[in-house]
């Protein structure tokens, strides 16, 4: 009798349901055959994630998720995905959880490191930016990030990128090659999960996305039999 199958749930903090099934598909091409990929998004809330107020709402959700998840019938997810580039209530659900939460900034930095030098980040809003080097620094990657680049393309852009928002993110792309000397690129919203060879293509580098970085790191953390600790800062938070 074969085992059971490993079960990631990704989490578009966002109530684009385009966008939702984008995530979820290339969770599953990532994991591959044998692995059980969910994708959620709340009902009500925010349709996309470009503020700090947006981000708060997020955090919420994220949480909310992982608790219906885990108090659900049947068998718990082995791992969690925050589909959100700006890693919303990162912290707060590693409390939740002892089953593996990534974020898919921090999954795809440090995937950045591993197949270059120096990274990018190709993000949507100019706006979000301040986020993005916040993160940079928490994660410390302030040494490899060389730069970050706003296409100024709206996240729900991204439900179904046209020729017109795919050249822009393209031309981001491309002078963070040539001006930053980025020998990667770490694309900065998970609607843009389904532009990765596009864009390799055109820059000439690696180029990571986090949904799929974040997949495989969990896949990684699940088979090794790695969980959250749960001492200190990541203790179950007070009933």
Do not use: W
Request: with cysteine; proline share 6%.
């Amino acid at each position: 009798m074969s085992a059971d199958p490993i079960r990631i749930q990704l989490i578009n903090p966002n109530t684009s349901v385009p966008m939702t099934e984008k995530i979820r598909a290339t969770g599953q091409l990532v994991a591959g055959p044998g692995v059980s990929i969910t994708a959620v998004c709340p009902s009500k809330g925010p349709s996309s994630i470009e503020s700090h107020t947006e981000e708060i709402l997020a955090a919420q959700a994220v949480v909310e998720a992982i608790g219906e998840a885990e108090r659900a019938s049947g068998p718990s997810p082995d791992a969690h995905v925050i589909a959100c580039f700006g890693d919303p209530g990162l912290d707060a659900a590693r409390e939740t959880t002892g089953a593996p939460v990534l974020g898919i900034a921090e999954a795809a930095m440090h995937a950045a490191t591993l197949v270059g030098r120096h990274f990018s980040v190709v993000t949507t809003l100019d706006r979000t930016l301040g986020r993005a080097e916040d993160l940079v620094l928490r994660y410390g990657f302030e040494r490899a990030c060389v730069g970050l680049r706003a296409a100024e393309v709206p996240v729900l852009a991204l439900e179904e990128a046209d020729a017109d928002a795919v050249a822009v993110i393209t031309g981001s792309a491309l002078a963070a090659v040539r001006e930053d000397r980025a020998d990667v690129i770490v694309l900065g919203c998970a609607g843009m999960t389904d532009l990765c060879q596009t864009l390799a293509e055109a820059t000439g580098v690696p180029v990571i996305d986090g949904v799929a970085a974040s997949v495989g790191m969990a896949l990684g953390l699940v088979r090794m039999g790695t969980r959250t600790s749960r001492l200190r800062e990541y203790a179950p938070p007070k009933a």
